[in-house]
DNA sequence: GATGAATGAGCCTTCATTCAT
DNA sequence: AATGAATGAAGGCTCATTCAT
């Protein structure tokens, strides 16, 4: 009488006993005894749920990026579809938000990112999640800028994102999501017309009524 | 008598060979095996000049961070003391340098920063190279911005030049470095006083004369 | 459901191995490609079952110390506590057991003993060892000897069974048991008044009928 | 222009040497380049004087037999030929020399020993030690005992020797000459007519004179 | 006579994976 | 579904020895 649903209970435990571990001693130090440790099972587990060690970093690697693309996709959904600011900086907070700023999540990532120039796999992941960071940004610009510049603008937002989010990884102190967006903030007030500024506050208020 | 000065030799060559078998399967598949024999040695000789293979890593980062550093210090040592746009661009130029572009550098400074959060040695090292690249920045920007607003601008202005590097090596055309200088220079228009790019130019052509 | 109960087989297995091959090659040789091998088992078991090549030369050690308390202790047992002779001889008869005297254990136990200077673990083992044998005899010997004469007796039983085991350890017959017996009781019989030997021959027939 | 007689002052150098760093290390851990370096020579020069490693231990083993052969003989050459109990206690005291209780001299001895099983070349060495030892307390035995009964107790005597060096080298305090030279008198009291001893005291009198 | 850079086999250990239970 | 004992290849490192200088 097989337990039904365990792949519910131990896929998310593994993974997140993954970023555990990771967090700890880092992807090199990340054996799956440590691993199958931290979630309480034995190792033999791994090769059942993931085929494989690879398979489970592929598993956590698709979770971040999964929970990132909700953050931002679940922000973009609370902002008029005319209002082009407060559309980036929904975009700018979903990548900064506090899930993914937990050191765990951005030991992980910086991790996986070094390792994807070597891993088909975590690449092709990779790939796609900066091309859509940069074209959700892009096709905002779009809409108030030629498409050159808004093809400028986006590739300059994106690396502040990467950027600020990569100098924070090395502080003791962590990424400070709030001087992050106000770098930000601050470039695109120097990008774009103020009136999308004005129109922003505006439609903000109609919210907030 | 035994051959002499070796040091000198074996030492970049062991370095580079590093470097290059970590451009071709990564930090975690650069074995000290791969290493000496992409070296055309043997294996027993990184612990001769290193001391082992930690210490064979070590001295790769430190000879990256050095060969960063000269780079800059000789850009810098070209421009007028009183160019501070001169100054400026070329920090990021030199962070941008052909050498520091060459895949080889970019996957092992990469893998680097990613395994800097759980090695103290390689730690120390990045975030001394992280201080050094913010206060070069600040201290020309404190010279026409109030100390505040100049140490905002650095922030921002070193987390393009990391942003960008960090897209760029995971891109298959590599870094542009050409697009690179030409979005912070864009970002510099926009926050300095056009006096000094003014001055830029007219210091640049008495030099060019 | 794993198999349990697999350390009660695979400790005394290893155990075993090192001792055959300490016999067959030396300490020095005793790598744990050959230990592991003449157990017909993987390498990697060592540090499944002992955590290290260390761990299993400890258990080994402890092992043969074992045998030889647990040697003397029985025959001890089986004396009255009034045959202070019988008592000594039983001490003797336990050091020269014919278990103690197999070239495996001789063998390794020489190795540890030259061992024991260069690691503490093996050099608190034998010392214990060591005090626990002169200990057993002084405690005998002083029901009929001054405290002082005990002691100087005690320490003459002592060298003279190490002696012998030693001497007999290098020849190639090995240790003749009965000729330790005789040179030992023909010491004591020199030593300790001729009434003992009485009660002695008197209590051992009692015990015979 | 080769410097003549190198040889003298090399080959005393290294083993001696050799004895330091086993003392130190242990014969398991006296690696070539700890033994060169504490000579302050090359590594090289070990292969040039002795062969190689093998040869340079089997050296130092001799230099220890010598040792205490030249010993024992000098103390015999100054006894009296009819001084039965001054030649054995010679033998003794040669046996407990201050030299042979060097801990350099007693745990390279020990290694030996315990490595002597593994090595004909070393096991040799020994055997002929053991034998002379044994023989030439016989010798002198054989003048006042029945061949068998001086074979038995030459045999003690030897034991005693071994055993009370045995367990001297494994205590903090080292072996106790003295302790070492009154355990054996007492036995040799014990077991051999006290006209002998008369004599000894009247011969080492007219001696004194 | 002496050096020490260089070698490469062998050491102990780690680890992803398998499989009988 | 789950265990964990067992495997064996591969890792980093040590070391006796060689040889050009």
Same mark, same amino acid.
């Given at each position: 009488?097989?337990?039904?649903?365990?792949? *519910?209970?131990?896929?998310?435990?593994?993974?997140?006993?993954?970023?555990?571990?990771?967090? &700890?001693?880092?992807? &090199?130090?990340?054996?799956?005894?440590?691993?199958?440790?931290?979630?309480?099972?034995?190792?033999?587990? #791994? /090769?059942? @749920?993931?085929?494989?060690?690879?398979?489970?970093?592929?598993?956590?690697?698709?979770?971040?990026?999964?929970?990132?693309?909700?953050?931002?996709?679940?922000r973009?959904?609370?902002?008029?579809?005319?209002?082009?600011?407060?559309?980036?900086?929904?975009?700018?907070?979903? /990548?900064? !938000?506090?899930? &993914?700023? !937990?050191?765990?999540?951005? %030991?992980t990532?910086?991790?996986?990112?070094?390792?994807?120039?070597? /891993?088909?796999?975590? @690449?092709?992941?990779?790939?796609?999640?900066?091309?859509?960071?940069l074209?959700?940004?892009?096709?905002?610009? %779009?809409?108030?800028?030629?498409?050159?510049?808004?093809?400028?603008?986006?590739?300059?937002?994106?690396?502040? #994102?990467?950027? #600020?989010?990569?100098?924070?990884?090395?502080?003791?102190?962590?990424? /400070?999501?709030?001087?992050? &967006?106000? #770098?930000?903030t601050? @470039?695109?007030?120097?990008?774009?017309?103020?009136?999308?500024? *004005?129109?922003?506050?505006?439609?903000?208020?109609?919210?907030?009524?």
């Open positions: 009488m097989p337990k039904v649903g365990m792949d *519910e209970i131990r896929r998310p435990q593994l993974i997140n006993a993954t970023m555990e571990v990771i967090d &700890q001693v880092g992807l &090199q130090g990340a054996s799956t005894a440590l691993i199958s440790r931290a979630a309480g099972v034995s190792p033999g587990i #791994i /090769n059942h @749920y993931f085929g494989g060690k690879d398979g489970l970093l592929d598993a956590t690697m698709r979770s971040i990026l999964r929970q990132l693309s909700e953050g931002v996709q679940a973009l959904e609370t902002i008029h579809p005319d209002d082009i600011i407060g559309r980036l900086k929904a975009i700018v907070g979903g /990548n900064f !938000d506090s899930h &993914q700023l !937990d050191s765990k999540v951005v %030991k990532w910086l991790a996986f990112w070094s390792q994807a120039m070597h /891993n088909q796999s975590l @690449y092709r992941l990779q790939r796609v999640n900066e091309k859509r960071l074209s959700h940004i892009r096709l905002e610009l %779009k809409r108030v800028l030629p498409a050159e510049r808004a093809q400028f603008v986006a590739q300059a937002i994106a690396a502040l #994102i990467d950027g #600020i989010w990569l100098r924070g990884a090395l502080t003791p102190e962590g990424i /400070n999501s709030d001087l992050a &967006q106000r #770098i930000i601050d @470039y695109l007030e120097r990008q774009l017309p103020s009136e999308l500024f *004005e129109k922003h506050r505006t439609l903000q208020q109609e919210q907030g009524l």
